[in-house]
């Protein structure tokens, strides 16, 4: 199925620890972004990429490092994870340009205790 | 800055009628894109419609059609003959056409939607 698939699709983890999160699509887009959805379910930009150039860092703290090994894959490692990390978040690809309407993956929840 | 604005927090329809959510957006730009998002309780994000801000006639998809009214920076969801299927959170998203950005969206708060049978 041409889709973007996101794993885990759940993770639960402590305070402190290193985790990441896996992005991929097959849909040959060349921008993949990842949002994320807080508690009250707003979503905000956090990386764009494209063709594994970053283009967009919304001031989003540097122990998240977003890595793309190929215009297809997007991943996000998360160092010395925080109670306030907790969230949704959610990976997306486009093909380049205005208007390019986003896919996005179903999603990425973690728990941070 | 721009900003996307959703000032109905949660809205109930009964299923088979019409039910319209309301988006204001504030820029100072001229040209642009805004788009309606669907999330269900699956958390799967779905793409609605769009509509681009150049075109005057309003977007349509089947049960879906907006009300852009660029002047008072208004873009409002209609959905006709409601179906239980579409209770959800609906989000408002604001796109700027800026190359160097690629797709940079702009969410409103949402507007969660009870389809009641």
């Known amino acids: 199925d041409t889709a973007v698939s996101q794993t885990p699709k759940y993770l639960v983890t402590q305070m402190g620890n290193d985790k990441s999160i896996k992005c991929e699509q097959n849909l040959g887009h060349d921008t993949m972004y990842w949002y994320k959805q807080d508690s009250k379910k707003f979503l905000k930009i956090m990386f764009s990429y494209n063709n594994k150039e970053l283009i967009i860092n919304e001031t989003v703290p540097n122990r998240f490092s977003p890595k793309s090994p190929d215009k297809a894959h997007l991943n996000l490692h998360i160092n010395s994870l925080e109670l306030g990390d907790s969230a949704v978040y959610f990976c997306?690809?486009?093909?380049?340009?205005?208007?390019?309407?986003?896919?996005f993956g179903n999603g990425t929840r973690l728990t941070v205790t | 800055a721009q900003t996307v604005t959703q000032s109905q927090p949660e809205m109930s329809v009964q299923e088979a009628e019409t039910v319209t959510l309301s988006c204001t957006y504030d820029t100072s730009e001229n040209n642009y894109y805004l788009f309606w998002y669907k999330q269900p309780p699956s958390r799967q994000m779905i793409l609605v419609i769009r509509?681009?801000?150049?075109?005057?006639q309003n977007a349509t998809e089947n049960r879906f059609s907006v009300n852009f009214q660029k002047a008072a920076k208004s873009f409002s969801l209609k959905i006709s003959d409601s179906q239980l299927g579409d209770t959800a959170m609906y989000f408002c998203?604001?796109?700027?056409?800026?190359?160097?950005?690629?797709?940079?969206?702009?969410f409103g708060q949402g507007t969660e939607l009870s389809v009641k049978p």
């Open positions: 997306a690809s486009s093909p380049w340009g205005p208007n390019s309407p986003l896919h």
């Open positions: 509509q681009e801000a150049y075109k005057q």
């Open positions: 998203a604001f796109m700027k056409p800026t190359y160097n950005q690629g797709g940079k969206l702009i």
